[in-house]
């Protein structure tokens, strides 16, 4: 049972439009949701994340949107470069006391492609 | 179809002892990658093996070794474990390697290590 669903396994923009990835959830303990960068021949990297307490935040081009009554979280990048084809994962975890990530959860990735 | 299985999903071991991990992954994945995941750090890439052979490594120690089985499972070793080394562990699985851009990567649940 896939808790975490990234819908959309590839996804193509214009270069210089906005990127909309999105991510459902269907576990209501979730309350910590991060977003990984993947390039071929590298491990993800982590890109962005949000806590259930915010609905939005925003680094840069990036920005994550939480909707918590829907349990769907997207992330916009805006304006849209060609640096930007990779694998995006979307995760989810339910926040230790020790901030250890307990039961991260991630989604099987949507493939960004921007085309020139 | 059963996903991805860590074993053990815990672990403790002390300080200069050693750990195998073991990673079983989706029926006819030949791909298995593995990644470490520490607070504040998102994951980093171990490394990846497919059919048997190391295809990838990432920036870690020797102490850090892995192996892959002609059934696809998939074993790593820490030795001499460190304070630095409690992480969670997580392996994926995937129908072509992963570090090859191809196929989407299934993540199992993870070994939690912690090192006293």
């Not at chain 1, 896939?2 to 923009?13: E, F």
């Not at chain 1, 939005?56 to 304006?79: C, Q, W, Y």
Request: hydrophobic letters at 30%.
């Amino acid at each position: 049972d896939q808790q975490v669903k990234q819908n959309s396994p590839s996804l193509s923009v214009q270069e210089g439009r906005i990127s909309i990835l999105n991510c459902d959830y269907t576990n209501s303990m979730f309350d910590y949701f991060l977003w990984y960068k993947k390039y071929p021949a590298e491990g993800p990297t982590f890109l962005i994340s949000i806590s259930s307490i915010k609905d939005k935040n925003e680094d840069g081009r990036f920005t994550v949107f939480l909707n918590k009554s829907a349990k769907h979280l997207s992330l916009h990048i805006v304006p849209s470069q060609p640096g930007d084809s990779a694998v995006y994962f979307c995760a989810a975890s339910v926040v230790g006391a020790n901030f250890g990530n307990e039961k991260l959860t991630f989604g099987t990735g949507t493939r960004l492609t921007i085309i020139p | 179809k059963a996903g991805v299985t860590q074993t053990p999903r815990y672990l403790i071991k002390t300080r200069g002892q050693q750990v195998t991990l073991s990673c079983s992954p989706i029926s006819g994945h030949r791909s298995v990658s593995w990644y470490q995941q520490t607070p504040g750090q998102g994951l980093q890439f171990l490394f990846e093996y497919f059919s048997e052979t190391q295809r990838n490594k990432g920036n870690f120690p020797g102490r850090f070794s892995g192996r892959q089985f002609s059934n696809s499972r998939s074993e790593m070793n820490v030795s001499t474990l460190e304070l630095g080394d409690s992480a969670l562990y997580l392996c994926a699985s995937s129908l072509a390697p992963a570090s090859g851009g191809g196929g989407e990567q299934f993540f199992g649940p993870g070994t939690r290590l912690t090192v006293l």
